[in-house]
Nanobody, 124 residues
Framework: QAQLVESGGGLVQAGGSLRLSCAAS????????MGWFLQAPGKEREFVAG????????GYADSVKDRFTISRDNAKNTVYLQMNSLKPEDTAVYYC?????????????????WGQGTQVTVSS
């Protein structure tokens, strides 16, 4: 059974950095595109970043472009989200997701598997 487990969240001051990890098991990781999404209290889950199955193509929400970097290590079945210059408005639960096929998507309904989420809190 496919499982995604996020880690690396926590409390950080504005301007700081965090690195989220998402370890996959129970699926052939290298044939899945991966995405990161966030969900703030009372709001819908929204796209943050995506990466194709071999890590050669990435995409970002405008709100995180130039601050966040998505990457993957297929040998370790892990996808990462490096978050720099964090802002209080980045506070949310962050989820990783797996989409069967080569291309990532901004649409959450196109993803097949989801992790349980990790809380990121940025204080001002």
């Amino acid at each position: 059974q496919a499982q995604l487990v996020e880690s690396g969240g926590g409390l950080v001051q504005a301007g700081g950095s965090l690195r989220l990890s998402c370890a996959a098991s129970g699926l052939t990781f290298s044939v899945y595109a991966m995405g990161w999404f966030l969900q703030a209290p009372g709001k819908e889950r929204e796209f943050v970043a995506g990466i194709n199955w071999i890590g050669t193509n990435t995409g970002y929400a405008d709100s995180v472009k130039d601050r966040f970097t998505i990457s993957r290590d297929n040998a370790k079945n892990t996808v990462y989200l490096q978050m720099n210059s964090l802002k209080p408005e980045d506070t949310a639960v962050y989820y990783c997701a797996a989409r069967s096929g080569p291309r990532w998507s901004k649409e959450k309904y196109e993803y097949d598997y989801w992790g349980q989420g990790t809380q990121v809190t940025v204080s001002s």
